[in-house]
């Protein structure tokens, strides 16, 4: 995920590769890092507290089920109880909550 880069005083410099990406499929993290992306399929929750995202986060849109006379959604949902500092990329196709404010 990282590769060296190196001056001309032969300090050697982690950096970001390009073009290199982790995937990850609905874990609790606190850090996502730049490269990484972090899925919520359809179906799953995440809760995290206080999330620094540098990389992207994809929550899923679900199916409509019937049920009784209405229908529900099945659809990803990321829960950030407290502070969400993002310096990424959050594609929200799902439900997203931060502290008590829902965003779908």
Do not use: C, H, P, W
Request: aromatic share 10%; no cysteine; hydrophobic share 45%.
């Amino acid at each position: 995920m990282a590769s060296n880069v190196r001056f001309l005083d032969q300090i050697s410099v982690g950096a970001f590769a390009g073009g290199q990406q982790t995937t990850i499929n609905a874990v609790n993290k606190r850090f996502i890092l730049a490269g990484e992306t972090v899925t919520v399929a359809a179906g799953q929750q995440i809760v995290a507290y206080d999330l620094f995202n540098f990389g992207i986060i994809t929550i899923e849109q679900g199916l409509a089920i019937a049920f009784g006379t209405g229908s529900i959604q099945t659809d990803g949902l990321y829960q950030i109880e407290t502070v969400l500092y993002n310096n990424g990329v959050i594609n929200n196709n799902g439900i997203l909550i931060i502290d008590s404010n829902i965003f779908t």
